[in-house]
T-cell receptor, first 113, second 114 residues
Framework: NAGVTQTPKFQVLKTGQSMTLQCAQD?????MYWYRQDPGMGLRLIYY???????DKGEVPNGYNVSRLNKREFSLRLESAAPSQTSVYFC????????????FGPGTRLTVT | AQSVTQLDSQVPVFEEAPVELRCNYS??????LFWYVQYPNQGLQLLLK??????LVKGINGFEAEFNKSQTSFHLRKPSVHISDTAEYFC????????????FGTGTRLQVFP
């Protein structure tokens, strides 16, 4: 099992450019999440998907869109990147049942200039 | 609303010394509690969790944590740290009846010196 995979690992964008961060899990999990990690702020939830076909906003959704393409894949799109979106982005998944652990991908380090 | 407070942003300690990383939470309902570790340039991995039962929880790499309901705390401890424990540690909480979302603390960077 690869667990949770993310692509790309690194990305540099210019202000106004768009890109999609990809996430996939092979654990047959129902719920998937996108977080951003910024120094001193911990992890903040951007969007999550409790099941295929559903998505909900988290704490910091502005400037982002998501797509739950199927049970395995959950993508995050930046339509018009801004320097404030410079961050490390993590995808996570969980079965939603006991023992409730979330499994994390290795992260995507995004810099917007 | 739930929240998690990690009181120390950085904890420096010498190798083989004991360490405690503090975590307090606020919630009006029953909670599940987690500690995650993030090694440099990696994702997060679960160290340990409290769901129910014994309030002293043992995790990987010799870490343990104690759930204290009256103090609303879930402090992480290790009796003797190694250089390899240098990492960022995150406390997280979810509501026991709605486990879809985790609320994370801001993290504590543990720096172990030789």
């Amino acid at each position: 099992n690869a667990g949770v995979t993310q692509t790309p690992k690194f990305q540099v964008l210019k202000t106004g450019q768009s890109m999609t961060l990809q996430c996939a899990q092979d654990m047959n999990h129902n719920s998937m999440y996108w977080y951003r990690q910024d120094p001193g702020m911990g992890l903040r939830l951007i969007y999550y998907s409790a099941s295929e076909g559903t998505t909900d906003k988290g704490e910091v959704p502005n400037g982002y869109n998501v797509s739950r393409l199927n049970k395995r894949e959950f993508s995050l799109r930046l339509e018009s990147a801004a320097p404030s979106q410079t961050s490390v982005y993590f995808c996570a998944s969980t079965s939603g049942i006991y023992p409730y652990e979330q499994y994390f991908g290795p992260g995507t380090r995004l810099t917007v200039t | 609303a739930q929240s998690v407070t990690q009181l120390d942003s950085q904890v420096p300690v010498f190798e083989e010394a004991p360490v405690e990383l503090r975590c307090n939470y606020s919630s009006s309902v029953s909670v599940y509690l987690f500690w995650y570790v993030q090694y440099p340039n990696q994702g997060l991995q679960l160290l340990l969790k409290y769901l129910s039962g014994s309030t002293l929880v043992k995790g990987i790499n010799g870490f343990e944590a104690e759930f204290n309901k009256s103090q609303t705390s879930f402090h992480l401890r290790k009796p003797s740290v190694h250089i390899s424990d240098t990492a960022e540690y995150f406390c997280a909480v979810s509501q026991s009846y709605n486990t879809d979302k985790l609320i994370f603390g801001t993290g504590t960077r543990l720096q172990v010196f030789p």
